[in-house]
RNA sequence: GGGAGCAUAGCUCAGCUGGUUUAGAGCAUCUGCCUUACAAGCAGAGGGUCCGCGGUUCGAACCCGUGUGCUCCCACCA
């Protein structure tokens, strides 16, 4: 069969997956193996993917492929999140488009379109993987919005809410003005803003000269003013604490009081107090008894609709309607007019703003669903320390801190989204506004008439929805059924995981919660490590976003380069929880690597037809292949120990080089027989199962040209996907030593070659002088083709007329037609030679300390000693030859 | 404001509990090669005050202190 010149990746890539597939190698069902699980954080439906997703994904696909090759029944679950918010913003976008406003449509009309949408778009993501290689178990693929998984979600919040740890509450919320739903504190993201400080006078009410100032940032929240407050221990405050003053504008009377939570060193020390549009106002208010006056609504625009009808005058009902930004100015505008604004400061301060769309947050009062977490947490105290302890050992290992200090410091947990699209919150409510929570309305029909005496009563469920991380938090059970098929076969078998691999970003969002619901419903963990990927930057070191357009189109690199090369490319600079710096040339050393295996492969299968059973060469040839064995099984051991640490990015270097330098540049070059000429058949078989190896090896992380490489090399009826791995033997450490002076002599002669400019194709004739000529008998002939020397032999004494050069403790003379260089030679060893003296001084040093000598391990002082003996005997050596 | 982490070759990083040859790899660079698997390659080479300063120790890239510079997380001082 003819080898294309290079590996060209693209219907091989088709041709394997299909085979795998076609095999259902993916596929897991419970056996007597040892499961080896992974549930895939589930993309949201909306997106497409993109590095962060081929980082993630090519991560599990090392770790699942590698324990199926360990013979493990590995198990690897595909899905997607319907991703509440996120999506709901793009139907409503698409809606948008086709002149559909979402007010105009009923929930079901408008759910309707959601779930076209989602069928149209959400399972593309699913597809990429594929393309990538990914070996997930297909037929588990689940959606967080699958009926089951849905009657899961109710069931949890019905429960919990029975325990008395999902309450209903007036609370500050963070408020999203643009997609006009209450969202969680994780979902706020602070940003600094340049902004500025206004200073805002209020006379006093009583007519009296002057009044107090206060500084602030939000002039538009004036309106809603109930106090000024001030530090009590405020000497310059004193006497106007429980006066009142009137507020600009609206002209409303509030009074002067005092707490200690004023700073006095902030602004003037005075704080207005806006109970209704800051959390820590709202505190205050509720401590001091103060009203709480709302003046904007879901949109942000100014109401007056909380407002008492004598607060308001013309100048606020010309107010009605505006933007809350565009207010601010127009307030601090207007106070100007009436001589009230001081002056204004620049000022750098930070606002919240939402995750999804980006609008600035308003804190504001509303009824909401919240979970008690303290309460929650208390239940199991393995929540907490599961982590500490390292039952959940977490790769960085510093990301237990940030979980120690968020789990310390855990507040409320806002779950109500006024979105349509998600879990419907099961809360059912009659005219009059008592409502029960039920899974169901018969249900709630039944609690009515138990709680109320109410029989038949009319109602109606909640609007709202649940947050997207309420059903994500229950991941690595439900898509086995556990929650709602408990104590089934598959959640037995398969819970708790074995790993979980994600970005830190959502440690607090979806890592945590699922310890917690782990803990709470199955009392085991969901997962046994998490691995924290890097987030994917550019060469710059940016994030890679849309609007930078620095975002590589992955599906294109894959065309490009293949997918093999791809995963090589983001693998190789990937150290955990570190962020990787994409760069396309990565990718070419994917490809060449690829390139590098694919020739290596065109050489063995030159040899397949010119195989006989040779005597001559074979003995020394079986360095060769006795080196090769070890330094495979040396490797190999290396790995499996890399791996365990998921050190993943040092294993593939690991591999790079066992294949590149090892393999292809000494190896084949060692065995390699002339042109032309026949091999010897039991070196060629080893070779193809060396080769065969290699690939075993490498599979996990280039899935696809491994396993093409491992067929065309020989007719094998497995396939390396499903391959079990044989156990290492042991390894023979003399060997290894004695290849890598081989190599040492090799390289050292070459650059002798090299400096005096013998010419590729110039034989020469070494002449070496060593204590061990024995040693040199096995690799004699390697030697001598390596360095194109016609001859080898061994001497006693200097030969004349030649370039000298020493490597380890042994003499090398080198016959050549070339003029000599005796200067450039002199340089050399005089070079060689002060790094020995040098070398042999701090040696020394240390051994003439007494110190040393006395504290010093005794392995330590002997390798001191030796240390110094060989630096001697090479000082003497080197020496010796620039005498002549 | 609180906490965590990082700083090693031009770039990206290894260097595990202090001693293994006065620091290693890949990429990039330079030199020589179209050598009969591979020029997307082969052979060879150069390149570092291990961020600065101080300390502990017989011995420090590694431990401690301090300074500088980055990065991240947490926290709504208006």
Known sequence: MELSKNFEPQEIEKKWYSHWMNNGYFKSVPDDREPY????????????????????????????RRARMQGKNACWVPGTDHASIATEAKVVGMLRERGIAKSSLSREEFLAYAWEWKEKYGGIILEQLKKMGCSLDWDRTTFTMDPAYYASVIETFVKLHKDGIIYRGLRMVNWDPASKTALSDEEVIFKDVDSKLYYVTYPFADGSEGGITVATTRPETILGDVAICVNPSDERYKNVVGKEVIVPVIERRIPIIADEYVDAEFGTGALKITPAHDKNDNELGRKHNLRA?????????????????????????????????????????????????????DYKGQVGTSERTGAIIESRLSLQWFMDMKKFIATNPDISAAVAEEKIKFHPAKFKNTYAHWMNNIKDWCISRQLWWGQQIPAWYDEEGRYVVAENEEKAKEMFNTQFSIANAQLKQDEDCLDTWFSSWLWPMEVFKGISHPDNEEIKYYYPTQNLVTAPEIIFFWVARMIMAGY?????????????????????????????????????LIDQYGADAVRFGIMI????????????????????????????????????????????????????????????????????????????????????????????????????????????????????????????????????????????????????????????????????????????????????????????????????????????????????????????????????????????????????????????????????????????????????????????????????????????????????????
């Not at 992974?38 to 599990?60: D, F, K």
């Not at 924290?532 to 940016?542: E, L, S, Y």
Request: glycine share 4%; net charge negative.
């Open 37 to 64: 699980t992974i549930v895939m954080p589930p993309p949201n439906v909306t997106g497409v993917l993109h590095m962060g997703h081929c980082l993630n994904n090519t991560i599990q696909d090392i770790l699942i």
């Open 293 to 345: 006056l709302n003046t904007l609504d879901a949109e942000g625009k100014f109401t007056s609709e909380e407002l008492e009808d004598d607060l308001i005058n013309d100048t606020i009902i010309s107010y009605a309607g505006i933007d809350r930004f565009v207010l601010r100015k127009k307030i601090a505008a207007d106070i100007e007019a009436i001589g009230q604004l001081q002056k204004t400061e």
């Open 520 to 556: 709470t419903y199955k009392n085991e963990m969901p997962f046994e490590n998490v691995y924290f990927t890097g987030i994917v930057r550019d060469k710059q070191g940016r994030k890679m976003s849309k609007s930078l357009g620095n975002s590589p189109d992955l599906l294109a």
């Open 573 to 884: 600079a990937s150290p955990a929880g570190n962020d990787i710096l994409f760069d396309e040339s990565a990718l070419e050393q994917g490809r060449n690597f690829n390139n590098k295996m694919w020739n290596a492969l065109k050489l063995v299968k030159m040899w397949e037809s010119r195989c006989e059973i040779l005597d001559t060469r074979h003995e020394t040839n079986t360095f060769a292949l006795r080196w090769f064995e070890n330094r495979l099984n040396e490797v190999r051991l290396e790995v499996n120990e890399l791996l365990n640490q998921f050190k993943l990015s040092e294993a593939l270097k690991v591999i790079y080089s066992l294949i590149w330098d090892d393999f292809c540049s000494w190896y084949l070059e060692w065995i390699k027989p002339g042109f032309e000429q026949p091999i010897d058949k039991a070196i060629y078989e080893k070779t193809v199962g060396y080769f065969s190896q290699l690939m075993e090896i490498l599979h996990p992380f280039m899935p696809f040209i491994t396993e093409e490489i491992y067929h065309l090399l020989d007719d094998k009826k497995d396939d390396l996907c499903v391959k079990v791995t044989d156990v290492v033997g042991n390894i023979d450490e003399k060997i290894l030593a004695e290849a890598t002076q081989l190599k040492n002599i090799i390289s050292g002669l070459r650059d002798v070659r090299n400096k005096n400019q013998i010419k590729p194709k110039e034989t020469i004739k070494v002449h070496i002088q060593t204590a061990e000529v024995a040693v040199y008998k096995s690799i004699e002939s390697i030697l001598a083709k390596q360095i194109n020397s016609a001859s080898i032999s061994f001497v006693n004494d200097a030969v004349a007329g030649t370039i000298t050069t020493v490597i380890g403790k042994d003499k090398f003379y080198i016959e050549t037609e070339q003029p000599l260089n005796t200067a450039g030679q002199k340089d050399d060893l005089e070079k060689e030679l002060n790094h020995l003296k040098g070398f042999l001084t701090t040696v020394e040093k240390k051994l003439s300390n007494e110190k040393f000598v006395a504290n010093a391990k005794p392995e330590v002082l002997a390798l001191e000693q030796k240390k110094k003996a060989d630096a001697e005997e090479k000082i003497k050596i080197i020496e010796d030859s620039l005498s002549l």
